[in-house]
């Protein structure tokens, strides 16, 4: 069992020991161990003499021989490639809370793109004995899988996926909130809906996309091509797509719907600069609702929930489970949701 001090200061202090321990608490050592370890047929009245006793002197019992002796480290790994942690710390923020409720840990690594450096992150994780282990990054686009890790080691894939299709991934429905988007513009009676988005290599892009046209197939619209704007994931991408749009050409649309949040603060600088008033003229909704991008735009945007809390917390979860015993497999797909705010705000009757 470990040794820990009683108090911090100076080297002289005593340290505390389960034999001491016991001798307050007037138990066995052996009485004390199955105490501390939670097993054994004890008394709730012993039990709890003994655990008083261990907190009076500051004593805790060392987690590796805990793990050593319950087969369990109480511990779980987190690889990711997401350096800014845009959209990482959301989902670990709610996995640790998720988990620590169950009075599990986790260790946090960062591979940064880099094969090597993940693969040397996971031998250290595997070295910890973990329990499980979470793989998550800045983009849901497939990635291969970690690995090779030791047979039944429970892993979820979250805002990413393996091309191997016998693992679990949890990522946001981005076609499914795409629709949440151009729905809304509809109701307002919006009918000329253009869409400016990110690179088409991301299979955000495309699902995206894909729920734009669909939402207007629904309604009996035809997408127009012309409406259509592949760009980056920036700011200057909204404005150069305004740009495009309203040069007099076509038809100017009554609604933008942006890949991302960037690009629809960049629209709306654009349009507010041109004298279109958003959203009398023009509606916008974004997606990610990254609020310093929704909250600081002039007006503050609607935009698409990824929900990468939730999505956090239900890996946490089915991770739960999974080192319970329980097996899964597939790309579940969790529902997005839509914030709205001025950019599309309802007309006043």
């Known amino acids: 069992m470990a040794r820990l001090p009683t108090t911090t200061g ?33 008394t709730a009245e012993t039990r709890a003499k003994v655990l008083a006793a261990a907190r009076k002197i500051g004593y805790r019992p060392n987690d590796l021989a805990l793990s050593l002796h319950r087969t369990r480290s109480m511990t779980v790994g987190i690889i990711s490639s997401d350096s800014f942690g845009r959209f990482t710390l ?32 996971v031998d250290q994780l595997l070295g910890k004995r973990i329990d499980g282990l979470v793989v998550t990054s800045r ?35 981005d076609e499914g909130g795409a629709r949440l988007a151009v729905e809304h513009l509809l109701a307002l009676g919006r009918r000329r809906i253009a869409h ?13 996309s894909e729920g734009y046209r669909a939402a207007l197939h629904a309604a009996g619209l035809k997408p127009d091509p012309a409406y259509y704007v592949s760009g980056s994931w920036s700011e200057q991408c909204g404005r150069q797509a305004v740009a495009r749009l309203f040069d007099g050409k076509l038809e100017a649309p009554d609604a933008i719907f942006c890949g991302n949040d960037q690009i629809a603060r960049g629209a709306a600088d654009a349009l507010r600069e041109r004298g279109i008033d958003v959203p009398g003229e023009v509606a916008i909704v974004g997606f990610d609702n990254w609020n310093i991008m929704t909250e600081a735009a002039r007006p503050p945007l609607s935009s698409v929930d990824m929900n990468l809390s939730e999505l956090g917390r239900e890996a946490g979860r089915m991770l739960l489970a999974m080192i319970g ?4 497999s597939g790309t579940r797909r969790l529902p997005c949701t839509l914030v709205v705010r001025d950019s599309s705000r309802p007309s006043a009757p």
């Open 10 to 42: 100076s080297p002289n202090h005593k340290v505390a020991t389960i034999r001491d321990v016991a001798r307050i608490a007037g138990v066995s050592i052996g009485t004390a161990s199955k105490a501390l370890n939670e097993n054994g047929r004890l």
């Open 90 to 121: 959301p989902i670990v923020e709610a996995l640790e809370q998720q988990l620590g409720d169950e009075g599990i840990a986790i260790f946090m690594c960062n591979a940064t793109d880099d094969p090597a450096r993940e693969r040397q992150h």
């Open 139 to 173: 983009r849901a686009d497939e990635r291969p899988p970690v690995g090779p890790l030791p047979a039944g080691m429970p892993v979820i894939y979250v805002y990413t996926r393996p091309d191997d299709h016998s693992a679990l991934s949890l990522i946001p429905d």
């Open 196 to 208: 400016i988005t990110g690179p088409e290599r991301f299979e955000a892009v495309r699902l995206r």
């Open 325 to 328: 015993g329980a097996r899964d």
